[in-house]
């Protein structure tokens, strides 16, 4: 069974060495059917992920929605 989160891209930093770091937070809205499947209350939390592939880095629009799967590896 797999878990899904619905995240907000907040910014994209440079990191010293190189690549990028990308800070997502859990959003919810009450009135997004969608939003409410998951969640009964507020979520609250963030990832911070670093990135050093450009081409998967240039995808990223500061301010979009992303699903953020968790599946088991089996």
Request: charged share 20%.
């Amino acid at each position: 069974m797999g878990i899904r989160c619905k995240m907000t891209l907040e910014n994209v930093y440079a990191n010293a060495w190189g690549g990028s770091k990308a800070i997502f937070r859990c959003i919810y809205d009450k009135a997004v059917a969608d939003d409410v499947s998951f969640s009964k209350a507020t979520p609250s939390g963030f990832a911070e992920y670093n990135i050093d592939n450009p081409a998967a880095a240039e995808q990223l629009v500061i301010g979009k929605q992303y699903y953020v799967d968790f599946t088991p590896v089996e």
